[in-house]
């Protein structure tokens, strides 16, 4: 055990954790402004210069630099972490989402994991260090953000467009079980619409099933082989196939089909390349005869930082400081608002937080209170040794 997991003031984290848990910002329709004055109010005591942007009415992300004081020519660590949760679907709860309780030593709620409690963490981490006499080396940019649960296009991503990601490295507490994430895949999903020619159930050669179409689609994407090479973190691509839809009545051919798609995509693929590949992959397994387009419905690029990055091994030591163990290093199969400070703004940014993945939007989601007790300890180190 490091020296300052001992300073970590467990009952105030899990008090700060539970504060916001107790807010519900379900995503849609979001409403981060609802916790704007318990974040306020818990880095009060470091006067941090605070700025905000509200793209959409309540949709407030909240940015807040706390100087680390004295001199200049420090580095700045962003510290971002996402302020809304995904729905709770209450009825299948053993207790209300938005009702936080301890029990067992597990705090339990909408956003303990995923990633209230990793926020709480952060901001606690600023108590450990004075409680134990020291400060942070680095000054630190906390954002707290809208929307990352919907893709971040009302926080993150307007944060950079306002000009306000920048800093020399980035810490995202998002639910690891305190493993150091360096890369994430991304995501294209969508449709491809099938078209056919109706024509009269008793004579199926006389129209062109758009279904007869669609099922060649499924069969041609669904867990294939694009052909693609494997990274070392995040493994190959993959694409699903996940719906199916079309045709109007069983005595008609059908007109129209609908295959919903989704492609998980390695990092450097772009919106372009990830259609193309799709096309590419429908015309190598014979598909060149079926009218067809791609509607594509969201796209999230894939990100990475070298694993061998002085940052990347800085939150591992940290980490290993708090808990004894040196941490894994992963990548991620899905996507977080990381990729805004890796892709855009070019900030070497670590995913690594309290929670495990497998909490994060399931019901009677929780985390272990040791675990963010060890988290506040190691962000603690993370403030005090970024130099
Ligand atoms: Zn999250």
New binding site residues.
Partial sequence: MGPLRQHVDAEGLVKLASALVAVPTENPPGNEKAVAGILREALAPWHPEWSEVEPSPGRLSLVARVAAGGGTGRRTLVVN??TD??PALPERWSRGPFEPTVIDGRLYGRGSA??KG?VAAAICALRTLQAAGSAPACDIVFQFVAD??AGGGLGTRVLWESGLLQGDACLVP??TSLAVSVAERGLLQGEVVVRGRPGHGSRPREGVSALEGAARVTLALHAADFGDPEHPLLGRPTANIGTLQGGSAVNIVAELARVGFDRRLLPGTSLEESVASLRRRLEEAGVTDVDYEVEVHDFGEGSEMSPDHPFAGLVRRCVASATGREPPTIGMTFT??ARFLRNQAGIPAVVCGPGSIAQ??NVDEWVEVPELVDATAAFAELYRSFV
């Fill in positions: 972490g996402h949760v995904v995923d990633m990793g990352e649960e998002e639910p977080t608002d994060a939007h």
